[in-house]
């Protein structure tokens, strides 16, 4: 009986140990998990501050890049304003030359008129006048066959 009781004894406490350690298992796993994932989220603090100090470097890097290439736009942008001044005066320049060359025109327009009335009256007067190049290359007026000789009467040079 004793053997009995003694068995009995075993078998519960067997059964208790087995209970104890599938409670211990079941809180060592809980355990392993809160441990896994401590670890694991240092790992990854580990890894993202590793990868954020490499970025943060590179882009100190890109930013003072950034800063030069301003630098550089902001000398070429001078640049381009002294240019563009440079080319104001110049379109100044140009403007008056060509209001210059308009008045110009005007006179030359004025003396083609006068020379085509003065060639149409000579013409209708049968002297038979038309303009002819000289053997120096000026306009001059001269009878209309090339075989006479020009006359004297020269259009006077605007200069």
Known sequence: MKNK???NKSIIMFVILILMVCQFWDAAKDYMGALGLLAGSII?????????NESSKSLLIETGQL????KMMLEYGKELSEENKKLKELSKT???????LLKENKELKYYNRLTLKFLDEL???GVGVALVEDQNGNLVLGRKSASQIPC???????N
């Open 44 to 52: 990854s603090w580990r890894i993202s501050d590793h990868y954020f």
């Open 123 to 125: 013409d209708e007067s």
């Open 152 to 158: 004297s009467i020269q259009i006077p040079d605007k």
């Open 67 to 70: 800063k030069d290439l301003n």
């Open 5 to 7: 009781s003694l068995k």
């Open 94 to 100: 140009m403007i008056a030359y060509s209001e210059e």
